[in-house]
Each structure stands twice: as structure tokens, then as C-alpha cells.
């Protein structure tokens, strides 16, 4: 007797649940419009008020290496992090200071001047704008144009998005070249299934895709989960999508060429000493992190011994939009229905190789999130488009009701939206603050991830007005000494001196008349006493609010408090 192996089969590319078109579906133009119309919108909503917050001491980071690069060409400067966003990042505040110095911006400083903070940042929004297409193309692939639509929706009005595209981090670039890449390599699926056309242009663009995503951030797990996708398709024989050994190398070798010449640094050696200084915790001048008013341990490698596990489950639970959040839990379980089609596993691929490692490393911020909002987004997208679809069901065997199960479909969609852009209006410009009703609301905004969500955004503020009061020579004590002297320089006073709080070495030097600047979410083991000690000691000299929330505490040292914080009392 022989036994016949049934072949294996998949659940096919798109999914079952959502062949039923709306009766108010959009045309192909009314797509494009929707598209331009969110880009927009999006793109307002980043750029607006970008320099509403001062710089953090990342950022400045950033600036720093953008004037090492401008000063003596390719450089180490910021070694640690890949070259293309310092490099868009150079450009921007290059064309930002020739447009400052035009006759148009003389004669109109206060309305078209533009600010350092936003030339840095202005790459991060147009980049995080753009993004909002790549989500659309992305999601059509995989679930529809409806679902994708509305993901790309929520990313345009998510403030947590928008948050995230409005720091100069290499975290909005890393999720738009992923994006990029995975709308190709989706794409030549598709393509290669069909057998219609030729997939093969579709692999190079993935390749040098994936080289600029490596040239923005070193990240390969999200890689790899795309390689495992493809993967999972192979011992299927009925599978047309194969690229095989040769095209693989020239895949690979694509791959490489473009990450080099997209970040030349990598190739001198002073790059390698700062990475691997880095790697080994050299260049890492904080010991721990304040998670919902907690300390903990903050290396990656400190693993369950550091920030909790479920650092970023509770992100979920207290940043989303209530809606948003509600669709995303409707949605979750929809991933594991056989007739959402295979575009799920990648999905499931997105998180589990890209993302899951970080819930158990030690060390966790919130921008870490950013390349698997995309993910939440989708899901509370498909969880929306099917209870959507499941209402105006309900009503269908209803002829009275006809002209409300034609617009059923789009109510429950239009809310979660708008309840987004209420949420995004709401928060601005300082987004990264926002919290739900399920977090505490407005009250406990700053309490969860105050490093994250302050983002040293009123030291500018603070140290202008250290400036305004301080005497000639004056010390400053805080966590972020390069960007206070940054900002002292910028407020007119080079001669104050900005200290490290965190160096005993440094505090001894505090005496009578110098300050000590206490930013929410710069509290570390290595400071705490000292801060517990002064709040016990004396009111502050001034406070600084961030929007409503209290951000910045700064004491004017006296003879009863300047032995707690040099430490001689």
C-alpha cells in the first residue's frame, strides 16, 4: 500500500472576509485623492510647531555630528549610528541656514525664520509623511485597499506617530525603508505568482530597499523577518516565487553595495572603535530608567533584570486612542482565521523576529516602538473594516433600512478616525505626551515614560531662564551637560558652566549661587539621593511646564543646600 502526500496549499495571498466591497468604495482616483489628502494632513500635523520643543540631548547628538561633518567632511562623529539620516539631517540645516540669510526671511525673522531644531527634525517629518503611502501600498497588498486606507489613516493621525516623526532619531527612517522594501518584495510575490510579468526589478528595488534601511538604522531582525516570509513559501511546490541561489548572492551583493554608499563612514576605522565603545557600554552615561514611577536596571543585555516585559504592552494600553485601541483587541484575533489569507504570517514574521526581542532586553525606550506601529495599526484596521462589514450585515435584512446599511459600513470607520485626529489635535504639539482615558488622561500625562515622553523638551526654556538670573561664571549641575551649554551659548551667557550632576568630581566643584536643573525623567540611581535630599531641603527657584505638565524643577544654590548637592553634607 503506498500512501499519496497531500500537497500543501496555503490560504491564498489576500483575504477571504473582505472580497465584499463597500457600497461606498472609492474609485481609483477617489484613492489617490484620499492618499494626497492624508499626506497632507499628516505632513501638517508633524511640521506644525516643530520647534515647539527644545532639543534633547539625542538630537543634539545629531547636530553635533552635523557640524563635525560640515567642519571636516566624513567623519566617526555619532559612529554608532548609521550615516544616511545625519546625512539628510546636514542638508536640511545647510538649506535652512542659506534660507535664513535671504533678504525675504530679513524682512519677515518672525515668521520665516527657521529654527536649528527644526531643520534637524524636518527629515523625520517628510520622511514620517511619506510613510503614510508606503503603509497604504503595503497593507493593499496584504489585506485590501479599504483596510489599507484606514491603516494609512491611523498612521496620519496616531499621536504617537506623529510623536515619533517629530524627533531626530534613525527610528522614522528604519520603518520607512522596511516599508519601502517589503512593497517590493510583496509586490514580486504577487507578480511571481501570477506569472504575469517579470519579478526580477522587483528584487533589486527590495535589495537597495534594504540597504538604505540598514544604512538608517542597524536593526536586522526586521530583515530577516522578510527572508522568513519568503522562507515559509518554499516547500510548497506549487510556489512561483523563488529567486534562487544566483539571484540571491546578486540580491545580497545589491544589499551591500547600496548600505555602503549610503553610509561611507563604515568604512574608516575610527567608526568601528566608537560602535564597538558603544556596544560595550562605554558611551552610555545613564544607569538606569524611570518606568511608571520606578527605576530600573537599563542595559540591553540586563535582560529580565531591567525595564519589565511588559514595558511596551502597557505603551499599547496607554498611548492609543481608546478607539483605535478597541479596534486593535477586535482585531487581534481576525489574524488567526485561516481566511485572512497568508498575508498574516507576515505580520506575525513583523513582530515576532523585528519586535519580540525587545520586550525581553533590559534596556527599552519608547521610539523602539516605532517600527511595529505599522503592526497595531494594521490590526486595528482590519479589526474596524470587519465589524464594520459585520454591522451593515446585520442591517442588510432590512429593506426600510437601506440607505443606512449603505453608510453602516463607513460610520464605525469614520469614528475610529476622527477619534484619532481628536486625539492628535488634543495632544499637540507636545504628542508624545499624550494619554488615554484608560491611562489617567491629561492628569497622568509624563507619569509612564517621563524620559521618553519629556525628551529634555523644556531645557531650552530652562536654561534661558538660568541665564536671565544667573551670575557671571555660574555653574549648572544636570544629565545633559553638552546640550545646556549648548543652550547657554544660544542664550547669549558661554560663561556659565554646565556640569555633570551624575559626576561627584564635577558636583564638588557647586557653591553658592550656581544652580542644579532637574528634568523629569533624567532620575537615575546615581542621582536620586542627591535630588530626594534637595526637594526635602528647599523649594525650587523656578518651575518649567512642558504644555500643562510640570517638567523642570531648578534650584538656585544657598549656604543651607549647597553641601547636598556637592555632596560635603
Do not use: C
Not at 557653591?511 to 532620575?523: I, K
Amino acid at each position: 500500500m503506498s500512501v499519496t502526500a497531500t500537497p500543501a496549499v496555503t490560504a491564498g495571498l489576500r483575504p477571504e472576509l473582505f472580497t465584499t466591497r463597500s457600497p461606498l468604495a472609492l474609485s481609483r482616483t477617489g484613492f489617490i485623492v484620499a492618499l494626497a489628502v492624508l499626506v497632507l494632513v499628516g505632513f501638517g500635523l508633524r511640521a506644525t510647531g516643530l520647534s515647539a520643543e527644545g532639543l534633547s540631548e539625542d538630537e543634539f547628538n545629531k547636530l553635533a555630528a552635523v557640524e563635525d561633518y560640515r567642519a571636516h567632511g566624513l567623519t566617526p562623529a555619532n559612529g554608532e549610528h548609521p550615516f544616511l539620516m545625519k546625512a539628510l539631517q546636514t542638508a536640511s540645516v545647510v538649506a535652512a541656514e542659506h534660507w535664513n540669510h535671504t533678504s525675504l526671511v530679513a524682512a519677515h525673522q518672525a515668521t520665516l525664520y527657521v529654527p536649528v531644531e527644526t531643520a534637524l527634525r524636518l527629515p523625520s517629518v517628510l520622511f514620517g509623511a511619506l510613510t503614510i503611502i508606503l503603509l497604504y501600498l503595503l497593507t493593499a497588498e496584504l489585506f485590501g485597499s479599504e483596510v489599507a486606507l484606514l491603516a494609512a489613516a491611523l498612521w496620519a493621525l496616531d499621536p504617537n506617530a506623529i510623536g515619533f516623526n517629530r524627533i531626530a532619531k534613525e527610528d522614522t527612517f528604519l520603518v520607512f525603508f522596511f516599508l519601502l522594501a517589503n512593497v517590493f518584495w510583496l509586490r514580486s510575490q504577487r507578480i511571481a505568482e501570477t506569472g504575469k510579468e517579470s519579478p526580477v526589478p522587483y528584487y533589486w528595488a527590495t535589495a537597495i530597499s534594504f540597504g538604505a534601511m540598514f544604512a538608517s538604522k542597524y536593526l536586522p531582525g526586521y530583515f530577516a523577518a522578510s527572508i522568513a516570509y519568503y522562507h515559509i513559501f518554499q516547500a510548497i511546490p506549487a510556489t512561483r516565487w523563488r529567486l534562487g541561489k544566483p539571484r540571491f548572492l546578486l540580491f545580497f551583493f545589491i544589499l551591500g553595495t547600496t548600505f555602503v554608499l549610503l553610509n561611507l563612514p563604515i568604512l574608516l576605522p575610527g567608526t568601528w572603535r566608537m560602535a564597538l565603545s558603544f556596544a560595550s557600554y562605554k558611551r552610555i552615561g545613564h544607569d538606569s530608567y524611570e518606568f511608571m514611577g520606578r527605576l530600573y536596571r537599563h542595559k540591553l543585555g540586563d535582560w529580565l533584570h531591567g525595564v519589565p516585559t511588559y514595558f511596551y504592552f502597557v505603551l499599547i494600553a496607554v498611548k492609543l486612542p481608546p478607539l483605535t485601541l478597541l479596534a486593535f483587541i477586535m482585531g487581534l484575533p481576525l489574524l488567526f482565521r485561516r481566511r485572512f489569507g497568508d498575508g498574516r504570517y507576515f505580520l506575525f514574521f513583523w513582530v515576532a523576529i523585528g519586535f519580540l526581542p525587545f520586550v525581553f532586553v533590559g534596556g527599552k525606550f519608547m521610539r523602539y516602538f516605532t517600527p511595529v506601529l505599522p503592526v497595531v495599526l494594521i490590526t486595528a484596521a482590519i479589526g474596524v473594516q470587519f465589524i464594520g462589514q459585520q454591522f451593515a450585515r446585520a442591517l442588510a435584512a432590512s429593506a426600510p433600512r437601506a440607505l443606512l446599511h449603505t453608510y453602516a459600513s463607513a460610520v464605525l470607520p469614520a469614528l475610529v478616525v476622527l477619534a484619532s485626529l481628536w486625539s492628535a489635535a488634543h495632544a499637540a504639539p507636545h504628542y508624545r505626551l499624550y494619554t488615554n482615558l484608560i491611562g489617567g488622561g491629561q492628569a497622568r500625562a509624563g507619569y509612564y515614560f517621563p524620559q521618553d515622553e519629556f525628551y529634555d523638551a523644556g531645557l531650552r526654556a530652562a536654561v534661558a531662564e538660568i541665564a536671565r538670573r544667573a551670575r557671571s561664571g555660574a555653574r549648572v549641575a544636570n544629565e545633559t551637560p553638552a546640550l545646556t551649554a549648548f543652550y547657554a551659548r544660544q542664550a547669549q551667557r558661554p560663561d556659565l558652566s554646565s556640569l555633570s550632576l551624575t559626576d561627584p568630581a564635577e558636583r564638588a566643584a557647586l557653591s553658592v549661587g550656581d544652580f542644579v536643573l532637574v528634568e523629569r525623567g533624567r532620575r537615575y540611581f546615581s542621582n536620586d539621593a542627591i535630588l530626594s535630599a534637595l526637594s526635602q531641603t528647599t523649594a525650587p527657584a523656578f518651575r518649567i511646564s512642558v504644555g500643562a505638565q510640570p517638567a523642570i524643577e531648578v534650584y538656585e544654590l544657598d549656604e543651607k543646600t549647597v553641601g547636598r548637592a556637592n555632596g560635603t553634607k
